[in-house]
């Protein structure tokens, strides 16, 4: 049975997230906890290798159904070797994406919702998160605070993405319980203080 705490964070590129992953890290840290940060795709050795397979500059033509895949894939080796031990040792894992950017970026994105399901459902019964915060940004707003650089090696359409979010709007609805949202527009201070309160009333119970 898995004795530690499970958070991820979901949401568009250009949210503010890794700001935030940290300011939590160091929040339970400072609790006593050992706290493991992580990533999707990657985490892994072979995560990384998926990760630069998936956004290969210049890259086109990949299936759908291989993408999706690779990202299950990628979390697959993430679970076994660095979410699944830690959280049986009583580790705090954060992690930034998990199933729910799946869900939302392949299954909303790309129109594979039942594929995407039933492929991560196996994958990740065991583990899914206890906590997940989904950070909601406007998508003009979360596309102008993401580098040109990392808009040219993921060249997605607008309604890609105006239908990915959609996809976190469903799981919202679906999982009320895990999933808070974080209105992303917010001053860092006060999103961090809705975090570490929100991550504390569920993990402590205050
Ligand atoms: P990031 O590491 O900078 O957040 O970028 C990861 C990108 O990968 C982001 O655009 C969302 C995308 N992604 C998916 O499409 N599906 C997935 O399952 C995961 C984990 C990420």
New binding site residues.
């Given amino acids: 049975m898995k004795k530690g705490y499970f958070i991820t964070f979901e949401g568009p590129?250009g949210a503010g997230k890794t700001t935030q992953i940290d300011l939590l890290s160091d929040y339970f840290k400072s609790q006593g906890y050992d706290v493991v940060l992580t990533?999707?795709?990657g985490g892994t050795e072979l995560g990384e290798k998926i990760r630069q397979v998936i956004f290969e500059p210049g890259k086109q033509g990949m299936a759908p159904e291989a993408e999706v895949l690779l990202?299950a894939a990628s979390r697959a080796q993430h679970i076994k070797e660095v979410i699944a031990p830690n959280l049986l040792a009583g580790n705090v894992v954060i992690s930034?994406?998990f199933i729910d950017?799946?869900i939302a970026?392949?299954g909303f994105g790309r129109g594979m919702l039942d594929y995407v399901e039933l492929v991560n459902n196996y994958i990740t019964k065991d583990f899914m998160p206890d906590l997940t915060f989904l950070f909601k940004l406007d998508p003009q707003i979360a596309k102008e605070r993401v580098s040109f650089k990392k808009q040219k090696i993921?060249p997605e359409s607008k309604e890609f993405y105006e239908t990915a979010m959609k996809g976190y709007e469903y799981l919202e609805k679906k999982y009320p319980d895990r999933i808070c949202s974080i209105d992303a527009s917010m001053a860092i201070d006060e999103i961090t203080y809705r975090i570490i309160k929100a991550a504390s009333q569920k993990m402590f119970g205050c």
Wanted: avoid cysteine; proline fraction near 8%.
């Fill in positions: 590129d990533r999707e795709p990202y930034d994406r950017s799946s970026y392949q993921k």
